[in-house]
T-cell receptor, first 109, second 113 residues
Framework: GQNIDQPTEMTATEGAIVQINCTYQTSGFNGLFWYQQHAGEAPTFLSYNVLDGLEEKGRFSSFLSRSKGYSYLLLKELQMKDSASYLCAVRDSNYQLIWGAGTKLIIKP | SQTIHQWPATLVQPVGSPLSLECTVEGTSNPNLYWYRQAAGRGLQLLFYSVGIGQISSEVPQNLSASRPQDRQFILSSKKLLLSDSGFYLC????????????FGAGSRLTVL
C-alpha cells in the first residue's frame, strides 16, 4: 500500500527553528509537495521538490532524498502566525496525490 | 488571476437529506477539478476528479456523486446523507497544461446529525 508518515503534532518557540519530517512509500514518485493549512481554512501551497536537495523560499526550506523516501520542511525565525498544520503529499506514478495526515505545529511565545 | 469559489461554507443537515456543494473557478479554462474530503487525523481523501465537461472519475465508492455541467463548475451531491459523510470538503483546481500545484477553495464544513 501507499503510505505517508509525518508526526501528528509538534511544539516550538517563537523565533526558533523547527523541522517537520515526512517519510513516504509510494508506487513511483513524481514530486513531493508541502502545504500549510490554518485551522478551518483551505491548504495553501508552500513548496515542491522533484529532485534531491534543498529548495529555499524565504523562511521556509524543503529538502528531498528520493533514495531514502524522505523529506523535511524547515521553518526558521518562527512567528505566531506559523501555527498551522503542515501537509506532506507525494505524487505517484499515476500522477495521483497521496496525502499525509498533517503535522499540527504549535508555536509558543 | 485565477480564483476558486466554494459554497456553502458550513451546513448542518439531517441524516437522509440531500446535499449539494458547488465550486466554480474563474480566470482559467479547461481546468482539472477535484473534490476532496478531509477527516480529522487523516490525509485528504480524493473523492472525484474531472478533466472536462461531463467527465467524472470516482476514486471512492460511496453515496456521493459529482457533476460538471460547465467547464468551470463542479458540483458534489448526495441524495441521502449518512452520518459518516460529515467532514470538511474541499474543491481544488489544477491547470490543464500540467501545472503542478493544486489550488483549493475555502472548504465546506458539513455536519450530518
Amino acid at each position: 500500500g501507499q503510505n505517508i508518515d509525518q508526526p501528528t503534532e509538534m511544539t516550538a518557540t517563537e523565533g526558533a527553528i523547527v523541522q517537520i519530517n515526512c517519510t513516504y512509500q509510494t508506487s513511483g514518485f513524481n514530486g513531493l509537495f508541502w502545504y500549510q493549512q490554518h485551522a478551518g481554512e483551505a491548504p495553501t501551497f508552500l513548496s515542491y521538490n522533484v529532485l534531491d536537495g534543498l529548495e529555499e523560499k524565504g523562511r521556509f526550506s524543503s529538502f528531498l532524498s528520493r533514495s531514502k523516501g524522505y523529506s523535511y520542511l524547515l521553518l526558521k525565525e518562527l512567528q505566531m502566525k506559523d501555527s498551522a498544520s503542515y501537509l506532506c503529499a507525494v505524487r505517484d506514478s499515476n500522477y495521483q496525490l497521496i496525502w499525509g495526515a498533517g503535522t499540527k505545529l504549535i508555536i509558543k511565545p | 488571476s485565477q480564483t476558486i469559489h466554494q459554497w456553502p461554507a458550513t451546513l448542518v443537515q439531517p441524516v437522509g437529506s440531500p446535499l449539494s456543494l458547488e465550486c466554480t473557478v474563474e480566470g482559467t479554462s479547461n481546468p482539472n477539478l477535484y473534490w476532496y474530503r478531509q477527516a480529522a487525523g487523516r490525509g485528504l481523501q480524493l473523492l472525484f476528479y474531472s478533466v472536462g465537461i461531463g467527465q467524472i472519475s470516482s476514486e471512492v465508492p460511496q453515496n456521493l456523486s459529482a457533476s460538471r455541467p460547465q467547464d468551470r463548475q463542479f458540483i458534489l451531491s448526495s441524495k441521502k446523507l449518512l452520518l459518516s459523510d460529515s467532514g470538511f470538503y474541499l474543491c481544488a483546481w489544477k491547470g490543464a497544461n500540467g501545472a503542478n500545484v493544486l489550488t483549493f477553495g475555502a472548504g465546506s464544513r458539513l455536519t450530518v446529525l
